[in-house]
């Protein structure tokens, strides 16, 4: 493959994950908030993190093995409601 044939071709795979990522951002935005207005019609909590800030640094959590056993995830996620 030619030089100009591998940037076309990475230029390319760059575009498509950018699409697949805002979608899933629109995705779980949407998601969130649909939540939220559940919880404030019943009275009840939700996260106010978007994902992108979950995936941030500030908000990440490490775990005794990786991957992050479901039992820890939970725990991390009441444990943030507490906050």
Do not use: K, W
């Amino acid at each position: 493959m030619s030089s100009a044939g591998f940037l076309r071709a990475a230029e390319g795979e760059i575009r498509r994950r950018y699409e697949q990522d805002s979608a899933v951002q629109y995705i779980a935005d949407a998601l969130r908030m649909i939540c939220e207005n559940t919880a404030n019609l019943s009275g009840g909590r939700y996260i106010t993190a978007s994902l992108a800030d979950l995936l941030r640094d500030e908000y990440s959590y490490s775990c005794e093995q990786d991957p992050c056993s479901a039992e820890e995830v939970i725990e991390h996620i009441r444990a943030a409601l507490r906050e």
